[in-house]
């Protein structure tokens, strides 16, 4: 099971380094591909006084500390083409941002590395259509593909490749997201899918001037989409949610992360031998 866990945004080497310490259990685990996850930048924040993070090299310096002392995978954000050749000397998997799902030279020059690109899906696309920047990464890493071989490999082409998805919920209305589990069947035909529990709960500009959430929904969300079937999750988390300066509404607090883990283990295993 795929496990992607960490803080939102990279706060500062001493939160970063307790939240990176927390989750070694986690990582020693056999049954578990881990990747430790935090952002250098958030760039795209409700309001202009919204933090942001250390930025692209102070944050990539600190990542690959993290990489270094703990041994631990990275997955961090990536926002324009320009950042990709740095970030690929640190992530294992570059995450293309749900609002940039369709931006087709972020995906292309993320691909053209040797990292997983995980991409997420934005909160306004059809799950069905999702296909297609999957395929702008797949065929970016081997023009030689057919599409008639691709149609009938595509699952196994893009878990070969380094390709996912990510669910992450659908706008409802204003300030609010809802998943459709089918979403997670739908877009397995095409790639690996990760769920992205947490995000899932945010509520899109809630607080006036930036987002909310209801972290209480999180293991219900999780629990269902480990029952339909992905291959993995993606989980935000920190030792003290309410002083986050990212996301806090929606994360699982560090204590309470390895008991929903174990469960989600479980139906994960279920799910995937039936």
């Known amino acids: 099971m795929i496990l992607l866990s960490g803080p939102c945004v990279i706060e500062n080497e001493k939160n970063l380094y307790a939240i990176a310490k927390g989750l070694e259990s986690i990582n020693r685990d056999p049954s578990i591909d881990f990747y430790f996850k935090a952002s250098f930048d958030k760039a795209n924040r409700t309001s202009l006084e919204g933090f942001r993070g250390p930025g692209l090299d102070k944050g990539l310096m600190l990542l690959q500390k993290v990489k270094d002392d703990f041994h631990y995978k990275i997955i961090t954000d990536v926002h324009e083409s320009s950042q990709v050749a740095d970030i690929a ?26 990292s997983i690109v995980n991409i997420k899906k934005g909160q306004f696309m059809n799950p069905v259509d999702m296909q297609y920047s999957v395929l702008k990464a797949l065929k970016t890493r081997d023009e030689t593909l057919s599409d008639e071989y691709i149609a009938n490999n595509f699952y196994a082409l893009n878990k070969q490749h380094g390709i996912w998805l990510t669910e992450r919920g659908s706008s409802f209305g204003y300030g609010n997201l809802v998943v459709d589990m089918r979403s997670l069947v739908i877009m397995r035909r095409f790639a690996p899918v990760i769920f992205d529990a947490t995000h899932s709960v945010q509520m899109p500009g809630g607080l006036g001037g930036k987002s909310g959430g209801d972290s209480t929904f999180v293991p219900y969300l999780a629990k269902a989409a480990a ?18 300066l990212s996301d806090g509404a929606n994360m ?21 031998t039936q």
């Not at 992530?91 to 087709?104: E, H």
């Open 89 to 114: 000397m640190v992530a294992d998997v570059i995450q293309i941002p749900a609002f940039l799902c369709r931006q087709t030279d972020l995906i292309v020059e993320s691909a053209k590395t040797k």
């Open 227 to 244: 029952s339909v079937g992905v291959d993995g999750f993606f989980m935000e988390t920190h030792f003290n949610p309410k002083e986050a």
């Open 252 to 272: 699982i607090a560090l204590d309470k992360l390895a008991n929903l883990i174990e469960i989600l283990k479980q139906l994960h295993f279920l799910s995937n």
